[in-house]
Antibody
Framework: EVQVVESGGGLVQPGGSLTLSCAAS????????MHWVRQGPGKGLVWVSR????????YYADSVKGRFTISRDNAKNTLYLHMNSLRAEDAAVYYC????????????WGQGTLVTVSS | QSVLTQPPSASGTPGQRVTISCSGR????????VSWYQQVPGTAPKLLIY???QRPSGVPARFSGSKSGTSASLAISGLQSADEADYYC???????????FGTGTKVTVL
C-alpha cells in the first residue's frame, strides 16, 4: 500500500526555522517526483515545491523561493522541506504528495502536518 | 493567490448533475493537462481526474472531466450526499514554472 507520512510540524516563532519530513513506503520512492502542498486554515490548496527523482531539479512557488528548500534522500525513502525565515502567512497544514508516473497529477497525498507560526 | 478561477460554490439535489468550471490561461490549462481533486473537510485531497478526463481506478464513472482551450470542467452526475466536499482543479503553469491550483468549489447536496 502506498503511504506518505509527514512529520516535523509544530509551533515556531516568526523568523524561525523548521524542517518537515515525509516517510514514503509501498512504492519505489526513487522512481517518483514529489511535491509539498500547503493549506492555510479555512483556505484552499497552495502548491509549494516539487523535486525530481534524483533530487537535482527543484521548483518553488514565488512565495517561498529563497526561504524554503526541498530535498530528498532516496536511500532513506524520505522527502524533506527545510523552511527558514518563517512568516505568519506560512502557517498551514503541509502535505507531502507523490506525482503520478504517467501524468503531472498528484496521485497520493499524506495526511498533513500542521505548522503554526506565532510569537 | 490562485491563477485558476473556479466558482466558490455549487449545489444540487440527490441524483442531479452538477458542473464545476475552471478558467485559466494559455500558460497553464492551454498548454498542459488538468487534474481535479476532491477534499472532504478535515481530510487529505484525493485525485479524481487526471490528464483532463481520465479517472483513477476506484473513482466512480459519475465523475467526468473535460478541457477546451484555456478552460476545464468537472461534472458530477447522479449527485450523492457523499459528494459533499471541496473540489480543486490544477495544472502546471509554464510561465510560473510551478503547479497551480484553482480557487476551489464547495459542493453542497441539498
Amino acid at each position: 500500500e502506498v503511504q506518505v507520512v509527514e512529520s516535523g510540524g509544530g509551533l515556531v516563532q516568526p523568523g524561525g526555522s523548521l524542517t518537515l519530513s515525509c516517510a514514503a513506503s509501498g512504492f519505489t520512492f526513487s522512481d517518483y517526483w514529489m511535491h509539498w502542498v500547503r493549506q492555510g486554515p479555512g483556505k484552499g490548496l497552495v502548491w509549494v515545491s516539487r523535486i525530481n527523482r534524483h533530487g537535482d531539479n527543484t521548483y518553488y512557488a514565488d512565495s517561498v523561493k529563497g526561504r524554503f528548500t526541498i530535498s530528498r534522500d532516496n536511500a532513506k525513502n524520505t522527502l524533506y522541506l527545510h523552511m527558514n525565515s518563517l512568516r505568519a502567512e506560512d502557517a498551514a497544514v503541509y502535505y507531502c504528495a507523490r506525482e503520478s508516473s504517467s501524468s503531472l497529477a498528484i496521485d497520493y497525498w499524506g495526511q498533513g502536518t500542521l505548522v503554526t507560526v506565532s510569537s | 493567490q490562485s491563477v485558476l478561477t473556479q466558482p466558490p460554490s455549487a449545489s444540487g439535489t440527490p441524483g442531479q448533475r452538477v458542473t464545476i468550471s475552471c478558467s485559466g490561461r494559455y500558460s497553464n490549462i492551454g498548454s498542459n493537462t488538468v487534474s481535479w481533486y476532491q477534499q472532504v473537510p478535515g481530510t487529505a485531497p484525493k485525485l479524481l481526474i487526471y490528464t483532463n478526463n481520465q479517472r483513477p481506478s476506484g473513482v466512480p464513472a459519475r465523475f467526468s472531466g473535460s478541457k477546451s482551450g484555456t478552460s476545464a470542467s468537472l461534472a458530477i452526475s447522479g449527485l450523492q450526499s457523499a459528494d459533499e466536499a471541496d473540489y480543486y482543479c490544477a495544472a502546471w503553469d509554464d510561465s510560473l514554472n510551478g503547479y497551480v491550483f484553482g480557487t476551489g468549489t464547495k459542493v453542497t447536496v441539498l
